[in-house]
């Protein structure tokens, strides 16, 4: 009887720590997807003062966004490191969404955004309450090799507040096009005939 009594006892604790053990490794789990950023470095301005997490409440498809909330004026970003060849052109696309985004100063180009950090390249930055749109970032690598591609509330000039959004984000390369064809031509004739004011006219180059 006694024996009995000591194995539903130990069930019970086995159980007992199972559940709590499972309940663990939920919130680890949850507080992973949270701060998981895929190899995003996270930067701000103004240390300790930005915000930075993976949503999974506003989000543009089935996954989390990249949420940043400047509670106060800032500059912050998720960046990383990408290889490029040099002299190339590349399209950077995402979705943004904004929530009361306001810039320091009325200064362009501060907003949530598409940047290249160190650089004044942009795309267009975006203020105010915005639904979920597309934006880009198209530029030359030029002589780089290694860029480092920023998704920024705030801007290379300014600093903003508020809450943004960015999802679905895609770099593409381009081609450089290499037509030698003539799009237009300009011939010269040393003399010719042309009528003004139903007059003719005598046009003639001459060399001195």
């Excluded at 090799?145 to 943004?164: P, Q, S, T």
Aim: net charge positive; hydrophobic share 30%; glycine share 4%.
């Amino acid at each position: 009887m006694e024996r009995n009594q000591n194995r539903k006892k130990h069930k019970i604790s086995y159980f007992i720590s199972l559940a709590i053990l499972l309940i663990m490794l939920y919130f680890a789990y949850q507080f992973y997807q949270t701060n998981n950023f895929n190899d995003f470095i996270r930067s701000e301005t103004n240390l300790y003062t930005s915000q930075f997490t993976r949503d999974k409440e506003t989000k543009y498809n089935n996954k989390r966004s990249y949420k940043i909330e400047n509670p106060e004026y800032n500059d912050a970003m998720f960046y990383k490191k990408v290889e490029v060849k040099k002299n190339q052109p590349y399209k950077v696309t995402c979705m943004v969404k904004t929530n009361n985004v306001q810039a320091k100063e009325e200064t362009s180009g501060v907003g949530a955004q598409i940047s290249i950090e160190e650089t004044t390249e942009r795309s267009v930055a975006i203020n105010g309450t915005q639904d979920w749109q597309k934006i880009e970032l198209i530029f030359n690598s030029k002589d780089r090799e290694e860029m480092n591609i920023g998704f920024r509330l705030g801007g290379y000039l300014g600093e903003a507040k508020g809450e943004a959004w960015f999802s679905d984000i895609s770099i593409e390369e381009g081609t450089v096009e290499q037509n030698n064809n003539w799009k237009f031509a300009c011939f010269i004739f040393r003399t010719t005939d042309v009528t003004i004011n139903q007059k003719q006219v005598k046009l003639e180059v001459t060399r001195k």
